[in-house]
């Protein structure tokens, strides 16, 4: 009988989420029967209590809004990467029992980057300052030399974002989310707000553009992304993003690497172009 391993997506909401369409495709591919992938309609009161239930079947955890915070004191240890914005979108179960927590959108997003050839930057903007700002941020703080522009509609955000700069060592400047047109003519521009936000940015792509990443996938494309492209500029989407950092989770959950990208992101393209 194959070995019984289990592991999940949390989150509130969690319908629409693609994660077990990857996953699932990464077991098949990887040849690993007996291990499933589910979702669970889970919130910050009823994260404690859900951990309390997990036997040692787990092998990991995947984790959206709004628990990528809330997770961390149920956890023995989080990596580096996860604590330098606080934020764990994965958990492992290791053999011992320890319950270890990482951010894989980090690197996935400068994984998804690299595929499309964009390996540094000389400067870059972020459009927008909430939870996958501050991911960009750090991913950005790898790859770009120069100067990153974060554009944003509140002061409170604002004064979070500079704390995040400095924490990464970045060199980062706030500018007010009305300027945000001028953000285009970047060389490199990561949209990290919510659906229809950029809708109003897209008369004022430049003729010439350099690189998007929108980290939106349903729907897409975007009136930005949509513009952008049809101005012949490069574009990395969310999907990219999601495969790289869905990835990422399945080497760790289950000690196979590489994980198979090609599947998985095949099974995530045909998953939207059923919705």
Known sequence: MPVSRRAAVLGSPIAHSLSPVLHRAAYAQLGLQGWTYDRFEIDEAALPGFFST?????????????????????????SDTAASV????????????????????????????????????DSAAILGAGATASSALAALARICTGEI??????????????QWGERLEAEVRIADWADAAEALRRPLVVATTPAGTTDALAS???????????????????????????????????????????????EQMTGRAPAPLDAMRKAGEHALAGR
């Not at 036997?55 to 240890?77: C, F, H, N, Q, Y």
């Not at 997003?109 to 540094?120: D, P, T």
């Not at 522009?149 to 500079?162: F, G, L, Q, T």
């Open 204 to 250: 004022a792509v430049p003729e010439r553009p350099a690189t998007l990443f929108d980290v939106l996938y349903d729907p897409w494309p975007t009136m930005l992304a949509a513009r952008w492209s049809a101005y012949g500029g490069a574009v990395v989407s969310g999907l990219d993003l999601l495969v790289h950092q869905a990835a990422l989770q399945v």
């Open 86 to 121: 606080e934020a764990v979108n994965t958990v492992v179960f290791t053999d011992d029992g320890r319950r270890v927590g990482d951010n894989t959108d980090i690197p996935g997003m400068v994984a998804a980057l690299r595929e499309h050839g964009i390996e540094q930057a």
């Open 149 to 162: 522009v974060v554009y944003v509609r509140s002061a409170a955000r604002a004064a979070e974002m500079r």
């Open 54 to 78: 997990l036997g040692p079947e787990w092998a990991g955890l995947s984790l959206t809004m709004p628990l990528k915070r809330a997770v961390i004191p149920l956890l023995d240890e989080i």
